[in-house]
């Protein structure tokens, strides 16, 4: 099944996406995603029994965050990171940053490749208990200097944190209780103050770029979604401040 384009442009990658799945095998999966529809941003998705993902479904929630922070937006994509699917498995992760080549500035696609690690550790550890010696002294032989090899020990970084939700509705569930969980109280309890600073957070995540996302918030802070729009102008405007005050030192000097 192949999502309809939002972006046309796209398009022209259905065959580079679905080539990259055969030349790599059935323990990569390969993905494009449209920027454009976050909510099911997902329009091609090969082997996706990788994060049981299919095609519609929508951005992840690291997804979202690339999207959103102003330093990833500069770079060529996000390569080898570690994340782990939603069976808690261990997956390295790609994204490359499609441009717009009327807008060279303008991330319109992410081009991700997923491959699952299972086999890869199983090799690693198999190879481990090969290349396992005796680091005891042995009698009547002088011990090499050469170093053993040890196998075993926590060789990865500390993977990504990233929901490979199949549908809209986990990825605002999921974003809405990591909050609620670590703050132990209902939204609607919180104070102005309170609810600022979470809609910051959500805002810093893409939380907003999700079609619907304001409403939601709006039901779960018992607000109005003018007020919660009125929330995140707010912070809207408090992060263009350092960037024009810059603007005007630069201007003075």
Request: proline share 5%.
């Amino acid at each position: 099944m192949v999502e309809e384009f939002a972006n046309p442009k796209l398009k022209m990658l259905t065959p580079v996406v679905k080539g990259l799945a055969k030349i790599l095998g059935k323990d990569y999966e390969v993905n494009l995603h449209d920027l454009s529809k976050p909510e099911n941003s997902l329009v091609l998705c090969e082997n996706g029994h990788v994060t049981g993902r299919k095609p519609g479904g929508p951005m992840t929630d690291f997804g979202l965050y690339m999207m959103q922070d102003e330093d990833y937006k500069k770079k060529e994509g996000n390569f080898n990171y570690l994340a782990r699917n939603n069976r808690g498995e261990l997956i390295r992760c790609s994204a490359i940053f499609i441009r717009d080549d009327e807008d060279p500035e303008k991330v319109i696609g992410f081009l991700c490749v997923n491959y699952d690690l299972k086999k890869a550790m199983a090799a690693q550890e198999l190879l481990g208990e090969l290349l396992h010696f005796n680091e005891e002294p042995v009698k009547e032989y002088h011990r090499s200097e050469i170093p053993s090899l040890k196998a075993g020990g926590e060789r990865f970084p500390i993977p990504v944190k990233e929901w490979f939700a199949q549908d809209l509705e986990e990825v605002v569930t999921d974003s809405l209780s990591q909050i609620k969980m670590r703050i132990a109280k209902p939204l609607s309890y919180l104070s102005k103050k309170e609810k600022q600073d979470v809609i910051s957070e959500l805002h810093d995540k893409g939380f907003f770029l999700l079609k619907g996302a304001v409403d939601i918030l709006a039901a779960e802070m018992e607000n109005t979604k003018y007020t919660i729009y009125s929330y995140i102008r707010d912070v809207q405007k408090k992060e263009k401040e350092p960037a024009k005050k810059k603007k005007q030192k630069r201007l003075k000097s």
